[in-house]
């Protein structure tokens, strides 16, 4: 399974972005998908996470009420819908998929990562 990661910028505050996270290979094992972050000089943390319905979704609390989680299983694609963007969100953000369904904020619960895409949020 390969991930892609994509739709990181620079954006001011109380801007929006949408990251994209594209699956490819063997997506039928793909059961949970997660948002995690990782700024500079911290550990990587969860955002945002979705099952394979699309019916359960989880936020951080951080990002609860101005993130939205989303997948399109015919396109093998999660995304992420940014809004009201913070400098605090500034980061590079990873997607990563989860073939079972264990818990999804917890990085170790993860098989797959992609690469990462940059979000750089201005004051």
């Known amino acids: 399974v390969q991930l892609q990661a994509s739709g990181g910028g620079l954006v001011q505050a109380g801007g929006s972005l949408r990251l994209s996270c594209a699956a490819s290979?063997?997506?039928?094992?793909?059961?949970?998908m997660g948002w995690f972050r990782q700024a500079p000089g911290k550990e990587r943390e969860f955002v945002s996470g979705?099952?394979?319905?699309?019916?359960?979704?989880y936020y951080a609390d951080s990002v609860k009420g101005r993130f939205t989680i989303s997948r399109d299983n015919t396109k093998n694609t999660v995304y992420l819908q940014m809004n009201s963007l913070k400098p605090e969100d500034t980061a590079v953000y990873y997607c990563?998929?989860?073939?079972?369904?264990?818990?999804?904020?917890?990085?170790?619960?993860?098989?797959?990562w992609g690469q990462g895409t940059l979000v750089t949020v201005s004051s």
């Open positions: 979705i099952n394979w319905s699309g019916s359960n979704t």
């Open positions: 290979g063997r997506t039928f094992r793909l059961n949970v």
């Open positions: 990563a998929a989860d073939p079972t369904n264990r818990i999804p904020n917890k990085v170790y619960n993860y098989d797959y």
